[in-house]
């Protein structure tokens, strides 16, 4: 082979693109700087989790592990004593593995993956360990991860948290869309609100013109209903999952009521919703008598 014909290697912002954030980032520091962090009172780890999925037409395959990652970016460097993992790019995404690209892990491979993501950051000393995720689908899972990390690692406080808690009643006031396209944290899935959220953080890689509407008709049934705002009890019957199912666009919700305005005032708010966790950590962990 000819090398002078080799072109050299470009380096492509892949994996930790995120220029200006290296001092909360542990990926970007050597063990020994990370164990001297650790030793000068960093104790709480963030980790971001998420998924590789479909998202519609308009959002990309990564909308769930980047808006949980940029979420943890963002609390820490207003932090103290607060670094951020290495994202988990990938959860719990059977129901749309018939959408190109969506990768699935099983329940138990996923749950075998963040409890040993955990138990390695407990032994280097982190106490506080947050899970956020950009991902509904993991929840069920990580609900029944945390009650084992509780048992396993008993001086550790460990939780997760679904950051559009945070936002759920500025939506629930200045929603467009109609009963059943959103759920009790106002949102569902490429819905008005993730799509606002995408509008607000990463406008030039939305496809505008592809932002649609897909509301399945069960989420306004009695009893199988998701969105608060239709009276009466809901009860849970898999329908989210028999919904993506049958999705014709992967969308659940009316993403043509998405505006960049209210993405922005959600990731506010979900900025200012996990500083607040972080900083009420020391409350909690008294509380809890864990130290």
């Not at 993403?255 to 409350?283: N, Q």
């Amino acid at each position: 082979m000819d090398r002078r014909r080799v072109k050299a290697a470009k380096l492509y912002p892949v994996f930790l693109p995120w220029s200006g954030s290296e001092d909360v980032l542990l990926g970007k520091k050597t063990w020994k700087e990370m164990k001297e962090c650790i030793g000068g009172g960093v104790e709480t780890a963030l980790v971001p989790i998420g998924s590789t999925e479909e998202h519609g037409p308009a959002i990309p395959l990564d909308n769930d592990i980047f808006n949980s990652t940029q979420l943890c970016i963002n609390a820490a460097l207003r932090c103290e004593n607060v670094v951020v993992a290495p994202p988990l790019c990938f959860g719990m995404s059977d129901e749309l593995l018939r959408f190109s690209g969506t990768i699935s892990l099983t329940p138990q491979t996923f749950m075998a993956c963040v409890k040993d993501i955990a138990r390695s950051l407990a032994g280097h000393g982190f106490r506080n360990i947050i899970f956020v995720t950009g991902h509904g689908g993991n929840i069920t899972p990580m609900n029944l991860v945390i009650e084992e990390l509780r048992r396993d690692l008993p001086n550790v406080l460990a939780t997760l948290v679904s950051p559009w808690i945070f936002s759920s009643e500025y939506m629930k006031q200045h929603r467009e869309s109609e009963p059943g396209a959103l759920d009790d944290r106002m949102v569902m899935h490429a819905c008005e609100t993730e799509s606002s959220l995408a509008l607000a953080l990463r406008p030039s890689e939305v496809r505008e013109g592809q932002l649609v509407k897909e509301v399945n008709p069960i989420l306004k049934e009695r009893y199988s209903k998701s969105d608060p705002i239709i009276p009466g009890p809901s009860l849970r019957f898999g329908q989210f999952r028999r919904i993506m199912e049958l999705s014709e666009t992967g969308v659940v919700g009316d993403a043509t009521k998405a505006t960049r305005e209210k993405g922005e005032k959600v990731f506010r708010l979900m900025i200012e919703g996990l500083v607040d966790l972080i900083r009420s950590l020391p409350t909690i962990r008294r509380i809890m008598k864990l130290d």
